[in-house]
């Protein structure tokens, strides 16, 4: 088979890899950029694409022949469920003072363990939810062969929104500032434990709206189907130096990995398995390259 046949099919599927990263990616650097190392990304969008399943489906149930209402209501429950995640993120972190990356993994976990206790209990099913029946944001059709959801372009309307918000903006420079130099910022009055929530809080919002589009992507949710995105998602951010052009470059390098590998399956004689390590192989090789010579906020992820 022509090798250039996987063209056209590779620039939409790279596009759509990209958007829940870059969802997650542009919520992290938020976070990040305040000074909150914000591990949980991974529940938070387990957390958005669970409650924002079970809003469609309970909704197109409650509402027939609406299905516009129901994917509104799963997307403010994306958003509630992202944003409630990280509160407990931010209460751990800046509240408590509780080791960061300590609360982000046992967050991950929390959230792993609920969604799978409410899909037994609401669904009767272990860790996954009904299929989505007529519950769906869309396509846009951009030509012949590319057809995107909405959300692509939401998450790529968020990407200069947030550049200008932390780089052109009296609050940015206050929130770079709690990332930098916090007890220099708190002295000049700028309330740092403030900014710090409301930075974590955006970085739910952002991952819950990340893992709704893996549900109207496939149809359904089911269990673990972030399947890492949050960890890689950082990884971009790292690649990306905190500056949220960059990161849109590693959201798309690492997009490009997961859709490569698809299109792969069958037509080469390698393994499966190989080709799913793909994504994950990329991460770890752009960490690598990547970890001396980024400079993370000088006060990311201390307590005091």
């Not at 931010?90 to 609360?103: K, L, M, Y």
Request: proline content about 5%; hydrophobic content about 55%; some cysteine.
């Amino acid at each position: 088979m022509n090798e250039f046949s996987l063209l056209p099919a590779l620039v939409p599927a790279t596009i759509q890899a990209a958007t829940p990263l870059l969802f997650a990616a542009l919520g992290g650097l938020i976070s990040e950029r305040a000074g909150i190392v914000n591990l949980a990304l991974e529940g938070m969008m387990l957390a958005g694409a669970f409650a924002g399943a079970c809003a469609a489906i309970l909704l197109h149930d409650a509402v027939p022949g609406h299905p516009a209402a129901a994917a509104a209501g799963a997307v403010m429950a994306a958003l509630v469920a992202g944003a409630l995640v990280a509160l407990l993120h931010a209460a751990a972190c800046i509240t408590f003072r509780a080791d960061q990356v300590v609360s982000g993994i046992a967050l991950n976990m929390l959230v792993l363990g609920l969604t799978v206790f409410f899909s037994q209990s609401i669904f009767h099913m272990k860790g996954g939810t009904p299929q989505l029946e007529e519950v769906t944001l869309g396509r846009l059709s951009l030509g012949a062969s590319m057809a995107l959801s909405p959300l692509c372009f939401v998450a790529a309307a968020v990407l200069p929104v947030a550049g200008f918000l932390l780089f052109s903006t009296p609050f940015g420079l206050r929130l770079r500032a709690c990332g930098e130099h916090p007890r220099a910022a708190a002295t000049v009055g700028i309330p740092v434990a403030r900014i710090r929530y409301l930075a974590v809080l955006a970085s739910g919002l952002l991952a819950g709206l990340g893992g709704l589009y893996l549900v109207f992507d496939v149809g359904s949710f089911s269990k673990e189907m972030t399947s890492g995105r949050g960890y890689i998602a950082l990884a971009a951010i790292i690649f990306g130096r905190w500056r949220p052009g960059l990161t849109l470059a590693g959201c798309l390098l690492f997009g490009l990995a997961q859709s490569l590998q698809l299109q792969l399956q069958g037509r080469v004689e390698v393994p499966v398995a190989f080709l799913q390590m793909l994504p994950y192989g990329v991460t770890l090789v752009v960490l690598a390259g990547a970890i001396g010579r980024s400079t993370p906020p000088a006060a990311l992820g201390k307590t005091g």
